[in-house]
């Protein structure tokens, strides 16, 4: 692949759930000068705004204000509230939903600000649906057993109280709902083009240097 000079970088990041994407994205981000978007939290942060005002027509109210979304926002403590997760698995799948996420998704990737070299994008089906024309695509992913320890010290640290086999239960659960719900739906697969990267016995900086060696190597030709 050769890049042209001054070509704007975009980078599109898919990963199974507890894999350390959103880590090793915002790492990419600050490394490359690149707009960064966790994908998923576009969608917890929509269940949000129905919790806070309730409205009869959901998605004209959400069309309306996903406009003026800014990427601040889905920073928010309050995303990971258990009501938020509850809405989200309800709302996620409408199809009318996903394509104003879709837009945002795209605007954000495409629409480079000022000062930024390019985006970075990480969640289910961005490699093959958000940025099928990315510079960079990864798929990113470790064994279950890695990923649970990875989850149960984050809800611990946030005090909640699941206990590691519902952890387990809880992601193998989302694995086959993400790789067995139809494209549309955000379908997680690996595509052809994309560089798997097994970060199972990685830190999350090992894991940012073997992507960033990838990347820069390209980037020299």
Not at 129 to 158: G, M
Not at 166 to 183: A, H, M, Q, T, W
Request: charged share 35%; with cysteine; hydrophobic share 30%.
């Amino acid at each position: 692949m050769k890049l042209k000079k001054n070509k704007p970088i975009r980078i599109a990041i898919d990963a199974t759930a507890g894999s350390g994407s959103t880590s090793l994205a915002l790492k990419l981000s600050k490394h490359y000068r690149l707009r960064y978007c966790d994908t998923g939290k576009i969608y917890r942060w929509c269940a949000l705004q129905i919790i806070k005002k309730k409205p009869k027509n959901k998605i004209k109210f959400l069309k309306k204000r996903i406009k003026s979304l800014n990427l601040k926002e889905l920073k928010s403590k309050k995303l990971i509230d258990d009501k938020v997760a509850q809405v989200t698995s309800q709302i996620s799948s409408d199809t009318r939903l996903r394509k104003l996420v879709f837009n945002y998704q795209r605007k954000i990737a495409y629409n480079i600000p000022k000062g930024y070299a390019g985006s970075v994008l990480n969640g289910r089906d961005i490699t093959h649906n958000i940025i099928p024309d990315a510079t960079f695509k990864f798929y990113v992913t470790a064994s279950i057993f890695r990923r649970s320890q990875r989850r149960y010290k984050e809800l611990k640290k946030l005090g909640k109280k699941d206990t590691f086999k519902e952890i387990v239960k809880s992601l193998r659960k989302r694995d086959k709902s993400d790789k067995n719900r139809g494209k549309k739906q955000g379908k997680l697969v690996k595509t052809k083009d994309s560089w798997l990267i097994n970060n199972t016995h990685l830190s999350i900086t090992g894991c940012f240097l073997k992507v960033k060696k990838i990347i820069d190597r390209k980037l020299k030709n």
